[in-house]
């Protein structure tokens, strides 16, 4: 810590953030901001949509619906609507149940979500309008990613699973921006939402990582429906002594939490997946993806395969996955994968672990991991029967400067996923939804479409 208390503007920086992200409204976000946004909010209801038969979904569901109580928001895939609680948690463990969300290295986790669970049901029960959801989201999205360059690299590197812990603080704020709560109000939500922050990387190829995303969303909405109702906590959360800086880790940069980000925004550096695996396996993919394109390489030329990755990538380091969910936190699965041709992209793909072909290619990978290199670097080195040795670099952590490429490649994503889902009359409905999200009622329209017993789940 470089110390334990600071200052950088009056009341400090817990409410210099709350204020910042309060004075944030629609009118001030530029067109490409607001384009990722909505990006963000298609790709999220796309892993929903295609996680809801997988048994984490199931699970959490059961026992959350089991609880009753008053019906005031759709649970994605579901006809009945819960509570609001009940509603964040189901749906956050849901859409990261695939693994296959977005992300942001700053964090370095996955905001969306943790974020729109919360803020979705919130809108749903207050008919808010697009534009305030938006901003909203924008504004917690913006937090969460101060408060991630506030205590990264020590506090990811301690174990905490930043989409849980940090994904809290910025559900906290979208839902207290939704409220219209103002800069006290809001300090005292990121302290409530901090004091239930909690997540541990211990858990990554478990049911227990995209149930870190629901709790998230349900921490976040409570904290900020307690704020509105007066509830007081510590205002001055992030830098106190024994706050969340100094008990998560030994990083503490205000600076950096408070500098202005490429562009204006941190939501710019949001990264997309295309692949279903955790993002640190990404550009290893990528790289034998291209090694295959410039070589013509076949998996039968194969001898080994080394993978050089930065030591952070420990979290995607399973030695011998034996299920779907190990699969997509293994480097040596993933570069198997991607020799053999196979396609990451396909959910299908992952419960294909256990098959001769993969596991006699998975046992000719090494993977070393060694300081100074990013979660988001690979490189890879494919040494051939013949003795030669191709070598690709790859760096997955740099967004496409085409945002117009990326929404349409991210809608193609959301199809793909919805449609074995929705059947192709629901997916043009919810599509409908989507496209006409800015007018009147567009978010309570977008959940009236979620909101159906799908047979097929």
């Known amino acids: 810590m470089t110390g334990e208390k600071v200052t950088p503007a009056a009341g400090g920086l817990t409410a210099t953030l709350a204020a910042r992200a309060v004075s944030l409204r629609y009118a001030q976000l530029p ?48 006809a009945e609507p819960a509570t609001l609680m009940q509603a964040a948690l189901i749906n956050g463990a849901v859409s990261h149940a695939l693994d296959y969300d977005d992300v942001n290295l700053t964090v370095p986790g996955h905001m969306s979500v943790a974020i729109l669970p919360a803020l979705l049901a919130l809108a749903e029960q207050r008919n808010a309008g697009a534009a305030e959801f938006l901003a909203a989201f924008v504004s917690g999205y913006e937090t969460a990613c101060r408060v991630g360059a506030l205590v990264e690299p020590a506090h990811y590197a301690n174990g905490f699973h930043a989409t849980a812990t940090i994904g809290s603080l910025g559900a906290a704020v979208a839902c207290a921006h939704l409220l219209g709560l103002d800069a006290e109000q809001t300090a ?23 149930l870190h995303a629901g709790l998230a969303a349900q921490a976040g909405l409570r904290a900020a429906s307690l704020a509105q109702k007066g509830f007081v906590s510590r205002a001055d959360v992030l830098e106190c002594p024994q706050g969340f800086a100094q008990v998560h880790g030994s990083d503490f940069h205000p600076e950096a939490a408070l500098a202005q980000p490429p562009g204006g925004f941190h939501l710019l550096g949001n990264l997309f997946k295309f692949h279903a695996a955790c993002y640190s396996t990404h550009s290893t993919i990528e790289a034998i993806m291209a090694l295959r394109e410039q070589h013509g390489l076949h998996a039968a030329s194969v001898r080994g395969i080394h993978v050089l990755a930065g030591e952070g990538c420990r979290i995607c380091n399973i030695q011998q996955p034996a299920t779907a969910m190990e699969a997509k936190f293994s480097l040596r699965a993933t570069a198997a994968f991607a020799v053999l041709g196979m396609p990451t992209h396909d959910l299908d793909c992952w419960s294909r672990v256990a098959e001769p072909e993969v596991v006699s290619m998975l046992n000719r990978v090494h993977i070393e991991l060694v300081p100074g290199m990013s979660l988001s670097e690979s490189v890879v080195t494919v040494t051939l029967e013949d003795g030669r040795a191709l070598r690709q670099a790859f760096d997955c952590g740099i967004p496409m400067a085409d945002k117009s490429a990326q929404s349409a490649r991210v809608r193609s994503k959301f199809a793909a996923l919805a449609e074995p889902v929705l059947g192709i009359a629901r997916l043009d409905s919810v599509l409908a939804a989507l496209a006409q999200l800015e ?7 977008l959940a009236r479409t979620l909101r159906v017993r799908l047979a097929q789940v």
């Open 188 to 210: 005292h939500a990121l302290g409530v939402a901090a004091t239930q922050a909690s997540g541990l990387k211990a858990m990554f190829g478990t049911m227990a990582k995209p």
């Open 439 to 445: 007018q009147a009622g567009g978010i309570a329209a």
């Open 31 to 78: 067109e490409e901001v607001r384009t990722v946004a909505q990006d963000c909010l298609v790709d999220w209801l796309g892993c929903a949509l295609g996680a809801l038969g997988e048994p984490v979904s199931q699970i959490v569901a059961e026992v959350a619906l089991e609880e009753g109580g008053h019906g005031q928001a759709t649970v994605i895939g579901r």
